[in-house]
């Protein structure tokens, strides 16, 4: 079992002027410590889940580039892209970037996005369920392409591109691995077996349910259920003192036991980086033995 930290609020008690250093130390730490992704939200307002709408956020792929500066192995990604938030070529060409300038460690999350409010807010389309999922299937078709030695054009419902150059090509090979964000078992789920490398779900009573879906979608698509990487977001938290430790191992266990690869999720206490290195000590070694 390995973990992931996301990082979903920026609202620290030092203030702005002092938010570019302590991330800093945030990633490295969570890199040294063996983190295998480090993750942040892609929003353009703060989440209600998470805090006051005017809380500060950060633009996501920005931040991306700013942590693969500070950090040398953990993968990086959002949990999760709206795909309407920006166009394939241009969600591509930001992938593609990150990936070349980490080393490889870029990591395609996305889904059929879901934050009304923000999207109303700033002006962004927010088209029906229907129409956002008719995007995503275009974009990831489109991001595949773009991916492939073919750059040629590229028709969709509603995306349409005439050459979809991309030099350099990524790192990552074949191409960066996509995460498909979200537990639609109609679609969502079905894509993650045709286009994903690995899904991202809640920790729900219909977890079990959700992996089931996902292996019928896979004998469907003709994919080995095996090679698709089974994610969840789960708060990796120690309590204040670590007093919660052996709580937050036990439930690791049984996702392990349900087939999951890889728990990713919120460290109450960041920016203290503290916290992190206690993770690192006492959690994540177990947590790969599992």
Excluded at 89 to 101: F, N, Q, R, S, Y
Excluded at 166 to 189: C, D, F, W, Y
Excluded at 226 to 237: L, R, W
């Amino acid at each position: 079992m390995k973990l992931g930290i996301q990082i979903p609020s920026f609202t620290w008690p030092n203030g702005p002027a002092k938010l570019g250093a302590e991330l800093a130390e945030v990633a490295h730490a969570s890199d040294e410590a063996g983190f295998e992704y480090i993750a942040v939200m892609d929003h353009f307002f703060q989440i209600s889940a998470v805090g006051p709408v005017e809380h500060d956020m950060l633009e996501a792929y920005t931040t991306l580039g700013y942590l693969a500066a500070h950090t040398e192995r953990a993968k990086l990604l959002t949990v999760i892209t709206g795909v309407l938030y920006r166009h394939p070529g241009l969600l591509a060409k930001a992938i593609t970037t990150l990936d070349v300038l980490s080393g490889g460690r870029a990591i395609l999350g996305v889904g059929a996005g879901w934050n009304e409010e923000e999207s109303r807010g700033l002006g962004f389309p927010f088209p029906s369920t229907a129409e956002r999922f008719e995007l995503l299937e275009d974009a990831l078709q489109y991001v595949l392409k773009m991916w492939s030695e073919d750059d040629g054009p590229f028709t969709g419902k509603h995306v349409r591109a005439e050459r979809l150059l991309n030099v350099p090509q990524a790192l990552s090979r074949p191409h960066p691995p996509i995460m498909i964000g979200g537990g639609g078992e109609k679609k969502t789920l079905r894509f993650v077996a045709k286009y994903g490398q690995a899904c991202n779900l809640f920790n729900s009573p219909e977890l079990a349910h959700k992996l089931d879906v996902l292996k019928q979608h896979c004998e469907t698509e003709g994919r080995d259920y095996s090679e698709i990487t089974k994610t969840v977001y789960h708060g990796i938290d120690i309590g204040t003192d670590g007093e919660k430790t052996g709580e937050l191992l036990d439930e690791l266990r049984r996702l392990s036991g349900l087939g999951v690869d890889a728990a990713i999720g919120y460290v109450p206490g960041v920016p203290d980086t503290k916290v992190i290195e206690r993770i690192g000590k006492d959690v994540i070694p177990a947590a790969e033995a599992f």
